[in-house]
């Protein structure tokens, strides 16, 4: 959903099947906050179980070296093309099937945003950031 008083520019969506054009990308080497590095990281974990989760929809999970937010717990990304991307933080291990919620509200969403009352319980409260496709900043002043 936009903000009205945002200037955000929608941008036509792909003519592809949304579905294959949704990325989540998990950060492989996360682990819980206070706890000693173990061996699965939790994040190799929450991999695996995102992938299990993404099996038959078309989503994409790729797993990543490091997100850069070793702070805030377990770390992903969702993304698609041409669309804003979303970064969130605090996940479990077991947040697969949330993330790939997500990414398949993602994926149906004709404005390019993934809609917030309808995500999962884990991706509103760990939104990190959500960040603008660059296709998007041409049309900005």
């Known amino acids: 959903m936009t903000n009205p008083s945002s200037s955000v520019v ?8 949304p579905a294959e054009e949704v990325t ?8 819980l906050a206070d706890a000693p590095a173990a061996e699965p990281r939790p994040g190799t974990l929450l991999v695996a179980d995102a992938r299990k989760a993404a099996e038959g929809t ?21 993304f698609r093309s041409g669309c804003w991307a979303y970064v ?9 099937a ?4 997500g990414a398949r509200l993602f ?8 809609p917030f009352r309808a995500r999962p319980e884990a991706l509103k409260r760990g939104l990190i950031a959500r960040i603008p496709h660059p296709d998007i900043l041409k049309d900005l002043p």
Do not use: H, K, Q
């Not at 989540?24 to 682990?31: E, N």
């Not at 078309?58 to 969702?78: D, F, H, K």
């Not at 949330?98 to 919620?101: E, F, I, K």
């Open 10 to 17: 929608p941008l036509p969506m792909p003519a592809a099947d």
């Open 24 to 31: 989540v990308l998990v950060c492989s080497s996360c682990r």
């Open 58 to 78: 078309g989503i994409t999970v790729r797993e990543v070296a490091c997100l850069g937010n070793c702070r805030g717990g377990l770390t992903a990304a969702v």
């Open 88 to 96: 969130f933080g605090g996940l479990g291990p077991g947040s697969g």
């Open 98 to 101: 949330d993330l790939v919620a």
């Open 107 to 114: 994926a149906g969403s004709g404005d390019g945003f993934m």
